[in-house]
């Protein structure tokens, strides 16, 4: 791989939306990458739509404990290597299927895990952020909002 030239022309991707990713083995395949070549590497996470074809309220919890996960990656990873992380939004599994997740529902989940990103981690003050500027009396992450 690292003779072909492609580390120069490209940045891998490497996706993961589970709310217990594996830290260890994402870093793993980080070193690999840097290994062959690959100067920078971008993540993939989301704050939507990948937990169930037919799920219609997003449980922000899953996907805050998803980008919790990945800035553990980030600061076991070597440094300077990532590029940036990508904040998917999936609203359909495929072509044939119903949407999933509509972007309304989802608001405050993108919110949690911008914050989230932004600030390093999830705290009090992040939640209290998130209630402020959304206009909300109570952020729930581990039920559905209602």
Same mark, same amino acid.
């Given at each position: 791989?690292?003779?072909?030239?492609?580390?120069?022309?490209?940045?891998?991707? %490497?996706?993961?939306?589970? +709310?217990?990713?594996?830290?260890? /083995?994402?870093?793993?395949? %980080?070193?690999?990458?840097?290994?062959?070549?690959?100067?920078?590497?971008?993540?993939? /996470?989301?704050?939507?739509?990948?937990?169930?074809?037919?799920? /219609?309220?997003? *449980? %922000?919890?899953?996907?805050?404990?998803?980008?919790?996960?990945? &800035?553990?990656? +980030? /600061?076991?990873?070597?440094?300077?290597? &990532?590029?940036? %992380?990508?904040?998917?939004?999936?609203?359909?599994?495929?072509?044939?299927?119903?949407?999933?997740?509509?972007?309304?529902? +989802?608001?405050?989940?993108?919110?949690?895990?911008?914050?989230?990103?932004?600030?390093?981690?999830?705290?009090?003050?992040?939640?209290?952020?998130?209630?402020?500027?959304?206009?909300?009396?109570? *952020?729930?992450?581990?039920?559905?909002?209602?």
């Amino acid at each position: 791989l690292s003779e072909s030239g492609v580390p120069q022309l490209v940045q891998p991707m %490497i996706w993961d939306y589970a +709310a217990d990713l594996d830290v260890e /083995s994402k870093v793993h395949l %980080i070193e690999k990458y840097c290994r062959c070549g690959f100067s920078k590497v971008w993540f993939a /996470s989301a704050f939507k739509g990948a937990t169930g074809v037919n799920q /219609s309220l997003t *449980l %922000i919890g899953h996907h805050l404990k998803n980008h919790l996960q990945w &800035l553990k990656v +980030a /600061s076991n990873s070597p440094a300077d290597v &990532l590029e940036g %992380i990508a904040l998917t939004g999936w609203q359909r599994y495929d072509h044939f299927s119903v949407l999933c997740e509509l972007l309304p529902v +989802a608001i405050p989940s993108l919110a949690v895990c911008l914050q989230t990103l932004e600030n390093g981690g999830y705290s009090e003050k992040t939640k209290e952020n998130v209630e402020k500027h959304l206009g909300m009396s109570n *952020l729930e992450t581990e039920t559905f909002m209602r």
